[in-house]
Nanobody, 124 residues
């Protein structure tokens, strides 16, 4: 079982940037693709971004494309989400998750392990 711990959330003004980190335990980090999801109050948890196990492929939700960048550092067992040009509608709790699937995975049920989440609040 892997432990995922997110950090880097906070309060930022619209147009600003934040970088989220997700630290994974264990020695199998590089075997698995990873994803970021978010959940706003009263809404379903939604897909944000996916990265392959090697980091060579990425995929984004249309709502964040060209503003967010997912990356990973296998030496440090960490996946990142760089968020630029933030909007008030990006306000949510952000979760990282691990999937055993090798291909692009955008459904919540595609992921087996989840972090506890980190709050991102964008003020307008």
């Amino acid at each position: 079982q892997v432990q995922l711990v997110e950090s880097g959330g906070g309060l930022v003004q619209a147009g600003g940037s934040l970088r989220l980190s997700c630290a994974a335990s264990g020695r199998t980090f590089s075997r698995y693709a990873m994803g970021w999801f978010r959940q706003a109050p009263g809404k379903e948890r939604e897909f944000v971004a996916w990265i392959s196990n090697s980091g060579g492929s990425t995929y984004y939700a249309d709502s964040v494309k060209a503003r967010f960048t997912i990356s990973r550092d296998s030496a440090n067992n960490t996946v990142y989400l760089q968020m630029n040009s933030l909007k008030s509608e990006d306000t949510a709790v952000y979760y990282c998750a691990r999937t055993i699937l090798a291909q692009v995975a955008v459904r919540r049920y595609n992921y087996n392990d989840w972090g506890q989440g980190t709050q991102v609040t964008v003020s307008s």
